[in-house]
């Protein structure tokens, strides 16, 4: 199952890039490779499911990234069966997760006054 989320956040490429870099503490998920300041990718692997997932981040004007997540998922087990009812759940999982990265980078920014 492949599917793709973005978001656009305002903060700098590299502001991004720190917030992503300390994610390594999400349960499941183990960065295998990494390409400063504009590509992440790794695995995550979940009680449901295993992904691979490649993050790029790409600069798009005065202070501001476009975040895009592309994830391959394979359900696990009995998900496998009902794969493609979790195609939207996942996608919109991904999605939320991507909004909360972009409100705590943003907030952060406000926060210091930038």
Do not use: C
């Not at 695995?43 to 490649?54: C, F, L, P, Q």
Request: no cysteine; glycine share 8%; charged share 30%.
């Amino acid at each position: 199952m492949k599917f793709e989320n973005a978001v656009v956040i305002d903060a700098d490429r590299k502001v991004v890039w720190q917030a992503l870099d300390s994610l390594d503490d999400v349960p499941g998920w183990q960065p295998t490779e990494r390409r400063r300041p504009s590509f992440i990718a790794g695995v995550y692997e979940g009680k449901r499911s295993k992904a691979v997932i490649v993050n790029h981040l790409e600069s798009i004007g005065d202070q501001q990234t476009r975040w895009i997540i592309y994830a391959n998922h394979k359900p696990r087990r009995f998900f496998g069966l009902i794969g493609p009812f979790l195609r939207g759940p996942i996608s919109r999982r991904t999605q939320s997760i991507m909004e909360h990265v972009k409100l705590s980078v943003e907030t952060r920014l406000a926060d210091s006054g930038r």
